[in-house]
């Protein structure tokens, strides 16, 4: 049997959305390429674009999950910057 997935943030079971986290254009690829993203429901996709702290949160769980196996040096070298 097949697990339904849920959302990282809020646990519900509908339509999942791949959020990056660590936001922008030009660092999408490398966000794909480090695994820097979460599925999330639409309403929290939403909540995390719209509102400045939970972009904050974000943006911080990306770093913290990239430092996982990588130095903050390389996070800054990669990113431009430390959300931490």
Same mark, same amino acid.
């Given at each position: ?5 849920? =959302?990282?943030? =809020?646990?519900?079971?509908?339509? *999942?959305?791949?959020?990056? *986290?660590?936001? !922008? ?15 999330? =429901?639409?309403? =929290? ?8 702290? *939970? ?6 769980? !990306? ?16 990113? !431009?910057?430390?959300? *931490?």
């Amino acid at each position: 049997m097949k697990e339904r997935a849920e =959302c990282e943030i =809020c646990g519900r079971y509908e339509y *999942l959305e791949e959020h990056h *986290l660590i936001p !922008g254009i030009a660092n999408r690829k490398i966000s794909d390429k480090y695994k820097l993203t979460i599925k999330i =429901c639409r309403a =929290c996709h939403q909540n995390i674009h719209s509102k400045k702290e *939970l972009m904050q949160w974000s943006k911080e769980k !990306g770093q913290r999950l990239f430092e996982r196996k990588h130095s903050r040096r390389k996070f800054i070298e990669m990113f !431009g910057r430390s959300y *931490l």
